[in-house]
C-alpha cells in the first residue's frame, strides 16, 4: 500500500522563482496537512484540509505561500516568489480520521538560493 | 516560554536501558502526539492520545490531562530507537504546536 507520496523530493532554485510541491496522500484518507521543518523553529503545520477545504491556514508565513486541494487525491504548495528564508524541508501528511494518527511523507527538501 | 516543552533534550543510553522522555504543555488541549524521526528525516507517528495510556511494542505513552503532561517510555531500548522524539500539541481551536524535541542516541 503506498504512502504519502511527495515530489520533488529535492528542489534548488533561485529567489524569485515559482516553486510548486506536490503531495498525494493515501486513497481514502480525508485529512490532509502540510508541515515545514527547519533548524531555527524546528516543525511548524502550515496548513491542513478536511475533505479538501482549507480549515486552518494560520500557519502559512506570507501571501507568497499558497496552498490548494483540487481533489481528495492531490494537494499542492506553492510559494512565489521563493526567498532564501524558505529553505527547509516541506513535509506533507494525512490521516483517515481525527482518531488516526497521520502518515507523514519523506519531504521534499527545497534551497532557495 | 514555549507552549510545549520537552525534556530533556538530549538523551544518550546504554542498550537495553528503560527511558523516559517527557512533555509538559500549557495550554487546553485535544489530543497529544508523540513523533519519532529518524536520522535519515522520515516522520513516523507513533501516538496520538488524549486520556489515559497506549502501548505499541515496547514504546508506552501516557498522557495526565489534569497536570499536561505526558510521558513517552521504550522498554528494552535499542540502537535502532535512536531518533529525535517529537511531543505536539492540538490547542481547542485547531492549532497545532510542536515541541522541540527530544535527541535519543542509544549505543550498544
Known amino acids: 500500500d503506498a504512502g504519502v507520496i511527495q515530489s520533488p523530493r529535492h528542489e534548488v532554485t533561485e529567489m524569485g522563482q515559482e516553486v510548486t510541491l506536490r503531495c498525494k496522500p493515501i486513497s481514502g484518507h480525508n485529512s490532509l496537512f502540510w508541515y515545514r521543518q527547519t533548524m531555527m523553529r524546528g516543525l511548524e503545520l502550515l496548513i491542513y484540509f478536511n475533505n479538501n477545504v482549507p480549515i486552518d491556514d494560520s500557519g502559512m508565513p506570507e501571501d507568497r505561500f499558497s496552498a490548494k486541494m483540487p481533489n481528495a487525491s492531490f494537494s499542492t504548495l506553492k510559494i512565489q516568489p521563493s526567498e532564501p528564508r524558505d529553505s527547509a524541508v516541506y513535509f506533507c501528511?494525512?490521516?483517515?480520521?481525527?482518531?488516526?494518527?497521520?502518515?507523514f511523507g519523506d519531504g521534499t527538501r527545497l534551497s532557495i538560493l | 516560554k514555549n507552549e510545549v516543552e520537552q525534556s530533556p533534550q538530549n538523551l544518550t543510553a546504554q542498550e537495553g536501558e528503560f527511558i523516559t522522555i517527557n512533555c509538559s504543555y500549557s495550554v487546553g488541549i485535544s489530543a497529544l502526539h508523540w513523533l519519532q524521526q529518524h536520522p535519515g528525516g522520515g516522520i513516523v507517528s507513533l501516538f496520538m492520545l488524549s486520556s489515559g495510556k497506549k502501548k505499541h511494542g515496547r514504546l508506552i505513552a501516557t498522557i495526565n490531562i489534569q497536570e499536561k503532561h505526558s510521558s513517552l517510555h521504550i522498554t528494552a531500548s535499542h540502537p535502532r530507537d535512536s531518533a529525535v522524539y517529537i511531543c505536539?500539541?492540538?490547542?481547542?481551536?485547531?492549532?497545532?504546536?510542536f515541541g522541540a524535541g527530544t535527541i535519543l542516541r542509544v549505543k550498544s
Open positions: 505536539a500539541v492540538w490547542e481547542y481551536g485547531n492549532k497545532l504546536v
Open positions: 501528511a494525512s490521516r483517515s480520521d481525527s482518531n488516526q494518527p497521520q502518515h
